[in-house]
């Protein structure tokens, strides 16, 4: 990971931000860094969109992962105007984030949104079933999910929501496999204490 080249390009665009002057624009160094890391960013937003929110890839959103992509890519040129990130893993880690805010975003509007109509006002040409709403339980554990402690937060959404391998995981993140299954089992049981009820601990929890 350490020499991985989208790593150290990514580090060294990083370090220019933390070493800015008060008078040099970030936004440059913002842009090229997410130019450099959208390879990276886009087999995120592909990963995370197929395998938990397949939904919204289906009528009337038909999203795909570009479009996807654009969208946090815009989430991360603002949110770094005030948040700078100083490693790899605070990037990426930051930029997961916004996925999932994305994605969770995007399906509430969905599931609040009169059946009859699309996002943007078009007439739907037929409605969705009413089993692709967020039940109250997707919604219970999607909101246990989002408040563990940052780093279990992390790993759980990497490896149960993502599907990533422990290995590949400890590679994004810059940390040994052993880390990456203590963190897991944390966050687990932090879900188990919250949604013991709904034994989330049977399958990968997603949204829906």
């Known amino acids: ?8 390009d990514v580090q060294r665009y990083l370090g220019e931000l933390a070493n800015l002057d008060g008078d040099t624009p970030a936004e440059p160094i913002i842009r090229a860094l997410i130019a450099r890391s959208v390879g990276r960013l886009h087999l995120l937003c592909e990963t995370l969109l197929v395998r938990s929110y397949p939904r919204l890839m289906q009528p009337p959103l038909n999203l795909q992962s570009e479009e996807m992509l654009s969208a946090v890519v815009d989430r991360l040129i603002k949110a770094m ?18 996925m999932r ?91 188990t204490e919250s949604l013991g009820d709904l034994n989330p601990t049977a ?3 997603n949204e829906g």
Not at 81 to 98: D, K, M, S, W, Y
Not at 108 to 114: A, F, I, S, V
């Open 81 to 98: 105007q005030e948040i700078r990130p100083t490693n790899v893993r605070q990037f990426f880690g930051l930029a997961n984030q916004h």
């Open 101 to 191: 805010w994305e994605l969770n975003d995007l399906a509430r509007r969905l599931d609040n949104h009169p059946k009859n109509q699309a996002l943007d006002g078009a007439v739907v040409p037929a409605p969705e079933p009413s089993g692709s709403q967020l039940s109250p339980n997707a919604v219970r554990m999607l909101a246990a999910i989002e408040n563990l402690p940052d780093p279990e937060r992390e790993v759980f959404g990497l490896v149960r929501i993502q599907g990533m391998s422990h290995t590949e995981a400890a590679d994004l993140l810059d940390v040994s496999p052993k880390t990456i299954q203590r963190r897991l089992n944390r966050g687990v049981i932090l879900l």
């Open 1 to 8: 990971m350490d020499n991985d080249p989208t790593t150290l």
């Open 203 to 205: 399958s990968s929890p």
